[in-house]
């Protein structure tokens, strides 16, 4: 287990903060993989399963989480303070890495919420634009503050990446759920022959994806054979 220090904290909203924390050189990842993190209290360490925001490039790494009241992890970690320490499992894993995905024109991530965290690093990822024509990444949050990685995305400096933005709870330019503005954005709805796509949110997202995908015919994907769409299940509490 490694311990890291936290070098930065940021508070977007009463429901969402995210953390940086210094890297152990010997901590290897895939992009869009996550670990197991928390803190080491008595008498054993509080962990729960973290993506990964910082890509495998960076020299710090970057967790996204949301404010569980009474949480037994972030109950305690959303007061963490620079200086501090947290504890990380340098084991990684996960299904959301494009190399479980088949070839395709496009890589279309589909995320609510802290679900982005994974996608962050895939879509700073230069092995993603070699893989993917067009890379896209919708994106679901309750509240406008919660869009925290807009400004960071929107510097994204690939020709071939989108980022959609929609809020479901306040007034928006894009006001509702993602599913709304896919075939405004893609010309079409999702396709297996052209569509790669990767879910990362919420377990009724997650079933609704599985189950709609299945239907058409999609092969859901896993760190042991590749597929038409993956879905990821880690969620801190």
Excluded at 42 to 64: C, G, K, M, Q, W
Aim: aromatic residues 12%.
């Amino acid at each position: 287990m490694h311990k890291e220090t936290v070098i930065e904290v940021k508070h977007y909203s009463d429901r969402l903060f995210s953390f940086k924390t210094t890297r152990d050189k010997s901590f290897r990842f895939k992009n869009g993989e996550f670990c197991m993190m928390g803190l080491d209290v008595d008498p054993r360490p509080i962990l729960r399963a973290y993506s990964i925001v910082s890509t495998n490039y960076d020299n710090h790494l970057e967790f996204l989480s949301i404010k569980v009241p009474n949480g037994p992890l972030t109950e305690k970690l959303q007061k963490i303070n620079v200086g501090e320490e947290v504890v990380v499992n340098p084991k990684c894993t996960g299904s959301l890495v494009i190399d479980y995905l088949n070839k395709k024109p496009n890589l279309v991530m589909l995320a609510t919420g802290t679900g982005i965290a994974p996608f962050l690093s895939i879509a700073h990822d230069f092995e993603t634009y070699e893989k993917f024509d067009n890379v896209y990444l919708f994106h679901s949050v309750r509240n406008v503050n919660e869009l925290a990685y807009k400004q960071k995305l929107s510097k994204l400096d690939f020709p071939n990446f989108n980022y959609i933005e929609t809020v479901t709870r306040e007034k928006y330019f894009r006001k509702g759920r993602f599913w709304n503005y896919i075939p405004d954005v893609m010309g079409r709805n999702l396709k297996k022959e052209q569509d790669a796509v990767m879910v990362c949110g919420s377990p009724e997202m997650n079933k609704d994806c599985r189950e709609m995908f299945t239907k058409q015919d999609w092969l859901e994907g896993n760190t042991g054979e590749c597929g038409d769409f993956m879905l990821e299940r880690a969620f801190a509490g």
